[in-house]
């Protein structure tokens, strides 16, 4: 059983920053791909990021590539997501997830454990 918490989410001006982070529960952490997805009023959960295990492979969705990084540190059980040059579209409830398996998958379903979410506002 994986907890997951995340914070750091808030209101920022278009064109600023926030850095999000997501504790994790437990000792097997390092035993999880872990992702970040959002969630806009209105529409379908979306992936966002994932990085693997030990932070060898890091993949993004179009729509934040050279804007968004996620980094984990598998010594504090959290993972993060940095993300730069904010727009008003990226307006959203941002949630970390779990996946115990090795492939990679932007499928919300196929994710094993969820935060409870942070919202992030960007206003224009």
């Known amino acids: 059983q994986v907890q997951l918490v995340e914070s750091g989410g808030g209101l920022v001006q278009a064109g600023g920053s926030l850095r999000l982070s997501c504790a994790a529960s437990g000792r097997t952490f390092s035993s999880y791909a872990m992702g970040w997805f959002r969630q806009a009023p209105g529409k379908e959960r979306e992936f966002v990021a994932r990085?693997?295990?030990?932070?060898?492979?890091?993949y993004y969705t179009d729509a934040v590539k050279g804007r968004f990084t996620i980094s984990r540190d598998n010594t504090q059980n959290t993972v993060y997501l940095q993300m730069n040059s904010l727009k008003p579209e990226d307006t959203a409830v941002y949630y970390c997830?779990?996946?115990?398996?090795?492939?990679?998958?932007?499928?919300?379903?196929?994710?094993?454990?969820w935060g409870q979410g942070t919202q992030v506002t960007v206003s224009s």
């Open positions: 990085i693997s295990r030990r932070s060898g492979n890091r």
């Open positions: 997830a779990a996946d115990r398996g090795m492939v990679l998958t932007r499928i919300p379903q196929r994710y094993d454990y």
